[in-house]
């Protein structure tokens, strides 16, 4: 069982939340199963991924944690590595891809350096070996968070004057959007 689940049961949820199994995912998959057997579970463990992808799906499917709820931070470093730990203690454990261990899984290591074709290493093979690796190619560390630890607090909001919406106060008496800073532009409905 992998965070609680058969490989197959594993499998189909990761292909329902992600969209496709990503050997990423999987991985992460062990990850987090190794975080949950080194961390004391009585805690309420909060999140820390290094990387925007894959790995972020991974802890949102197997850990409380998600993005919307704020128990997930996402750093954009892409190191393939997450860190889970006790919210109020601030201790935890980082759990990362170790690349020497991982040149004993020529196809885990070849993938992930981007040294093989996807032609060349069909999925299959690659979830397989992910599989038979389990957590061989995962190292992991005791460590104290020293920043981003704590959850961020919803701040003041205010109703813009231009286009009665509300948004956080501090862009000011009117909204980024309205301040000409808005990420659209307006289309006129047939
Ligand atoms: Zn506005």
């Known amino acids: 069982m992998i965070c609680g689940r058969t490989p197959e049961e594993l499998l189909c949820e990761i292909q329902g939340f992600h969209g496709f199994v990503a050997p990423g995912l999987l991985i992460g998959a062990f990850m987090i199963d190794k975080a949950y057997k080194v961390i004391d579970k009585t805690i309420e463990a909060d999140a820390i991924v290094e990387t925007k992808h894959c790995l972020p799906d991974a802890l949102q499917i197997f850990t409380p944690c998600t ?30 891809l170790d690349l020497d261990k991982a040149k004993n899984h020529p196809n885990i290591y070849n993938w992930f350096m981007g040294l ?8 299959d093979i690659l979830i397989d070996a992910i599989f038979k690796a389990g957590s061989d190619i995962l190292s ?8 981003y630890g704590s959850r961020e607090k919803k701040g003041a909001i205010n109703v813009c004057d231009l286009c009665h919406e509300a948004h956080a106060a501090s862009q000011g008496k009117t909204c980024f959007a309205c301040q000409g800073h808005s990420y659209y532009d307006r289309l006129v409905m047939a």
């Not at 093989?116 to 999925?123: A, Q, R, T």
């Not at 992991?140 to 920043?147: A, D």
Request: proline share 2%; hydrophobic share 45%; glycine share 6%.
């Open 140 to 147: 992991w560390e005791k460590i104290h968070v020293v920043q």
């Open 67 to 96: 993005v919307g709820n704020g128990w997930l931070k996402i750093l954009d470093l892409d190191k393939f590595a997450l860190t889970l730990y006790d919210r109020h203690t601030l201790d935890g454990f980082r759990i990362w």
């Open 116 to 123: 093989v074709s996807k032609k060349d290493l069909p999925k």
